[in-house]
């Protein structure tokens, strides 16, 4: 295990009618001057944006809001928020939403308090060291944003997806109502169950020795999901499952599980070309990319796929364990293929090209395996 530092200090408060209580959450943090930031429409319809404002009102907290983001959250927005926190000297956001909806307040967050373009942190030309305090209350168990440093925002111009991390970006609190997941439509569902095994795979994959300890805390949200997973998609009001999922969810991301060791993320990066390319979901683009990449670089460790295999899906070699996965994730209605996602060949040299020079990189990307342009290119032509 290699020496680390794991700073996660997130107030998570989980279930029922949780929500009622933001307006306290974000006094008790210092906020005065709220922005409410949230999607495209379903926490309105819901009721769920009333029952927070009710909870700001309730404690005497001033707030705007600006709603609107859309799944792979743009830039474009990300100005707005910023100019609207500066004009009302805003000191809070909440978010209310999913990963779209939490990475752009966190982008916000840190665009407010930075003289220049807040993309610079997202090309990779400046770190974040402050940043407006973030709370969210969560409606979808998926991107794990919720107890993450990180953030991915989508460039309008150029179409480029890139993502940054801080501690400074850490949610100060994060309301997990399982309820609030209960309106999801089956393919969000599992779009989101999708994203949540594929933070625990991209930590899974290391180059790291002697890491018992996450390599089974792993194992055991993996095992979770696959047991929890049909039971969801076969009725979604199910709160236990509901519950279990969420709250793997974010143990899956708050790096609880990844620390002591390297980790991959290689996946993510193929993927988020093509959410870039295509605005497809995360979720299902991860679940054409993953078994593309886990049998391109296998036998970079075999036995790593295999105890993997062995262990979470009863199976006993690599290739067995990565067809069961991707049959597992075809078996929750997920695609398969980059035709299903709505792209072809052709678009291959462009997603190469943005993937490996796209703002700032040197045409490879690393992780578990460092990939060149051509293995990239032979990873997306495994998609097919
Ligand atoms: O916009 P609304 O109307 O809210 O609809 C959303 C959206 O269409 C809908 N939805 C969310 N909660 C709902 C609901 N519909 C009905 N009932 C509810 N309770 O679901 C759709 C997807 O929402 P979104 O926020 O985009 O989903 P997700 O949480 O998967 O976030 C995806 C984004 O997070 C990024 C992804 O790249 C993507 O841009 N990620 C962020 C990470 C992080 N910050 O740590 C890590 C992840 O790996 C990921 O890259
Ligand atoms: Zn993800």
Wanted: aromatic fraction near 10%.
């Amino acid at each position: 295990m290699e020496n680390f530092t794991f700073y996660s200090p997130t107030k998570f408060v989980f279930g029922k009618e949780t929500e009622k209580e933001t307006g306290s959450f974000v006094k008790s943090f210092g906020g005065s001057r709220v922005l409410i930031h949230y999607g495209g429409g379903s926490a309105v319809r819901s009721g769920l944006i009333d029952r927070v404002k009710d909870s700001l009102k309730k404690e005497g907290l001033f707030f705007v809001e600006l709603g609107g983001v859309k799944p792979n959250p743009r830039s474009g927005l990300v100005y707005d928020g910023i100019e609207l926190c500066k004009s009302n000297d805003i000191d809070f956001i909440v978010a209310v939403g999913g990963g779209s909806a939490i990475d752009s307040a966190k982008a916000i967050a840190a665009g407010v308090l930075y003289d220049g373009d807040f993309w610079d942190f997202y090309s990779g030309k400046k770190g974040i060291e402050k940043a407006l305090p973030v709370g969210t209350v969560l409606t979808i168990a998926a991107a794990g944003s919720e107890g993450s440093g990180d953030s991915v925002i989508t460039k309008e111009e150029g179409m480029y997806k890139r993502g940054t991390g801080s501690e400074a970006l850490r949610p100060k609190f994060s309301i997990l109502n399982p309820e609030l997941t209960t309106t999801l439509p089956a393919f969000q569902t599992a779009c989101g169950i999708t994203d949540i095994m594929a933070h625990l795979y991209e930590r899974y994959l290391t180059n790291s020795k002697d890491v018992e300890v996450t390599d089974r805390l792993i194992e055991a949200l993996l095992i979770t999901m696959k047991n929890e997973a049909p039971k969801v998609m076969k009725d979604l009001k199910d709160y236990q499952a509901r519950a279990n999922i969420m709250w793997a969810g974010t143990m899956a991301h708050t790096n609880s599980c990844g620390v002591g060791r390297s980790q991959d993320w290689n996946s993510h990066n193929i993927e988020h070309e093509l959410s870039g390319l295509y605005d497809c979901a995360h979720g299902a683009g991860l679940a054409v990319t993953m078994p593309a990449v886990f049998t391109y670089v296998k036998d970079h460790d075999i036995a790593r796929f295999e105890q993997v295999a062995k262990r979470v899906w009863g199976v006993d070699t690599a290739e067995e364990g990565i067809e069961a996965f991707r049959q597992f994730l075809i078996s929750i209605g997920m695609p398969s293929t980059l035709g299903d996602l709505g792209g072809s060949e052709e678009d291959i040299p462009t997603l190469v090209k943005n993937l490996c020079y796209g703002d700032g990189r040197d045409g490879s990307i690393s992780g578990f395996v460092t990939l060149n342009e051509e293995d990239c290119a032979n990873i997306y032509r495994m998609m097919i």
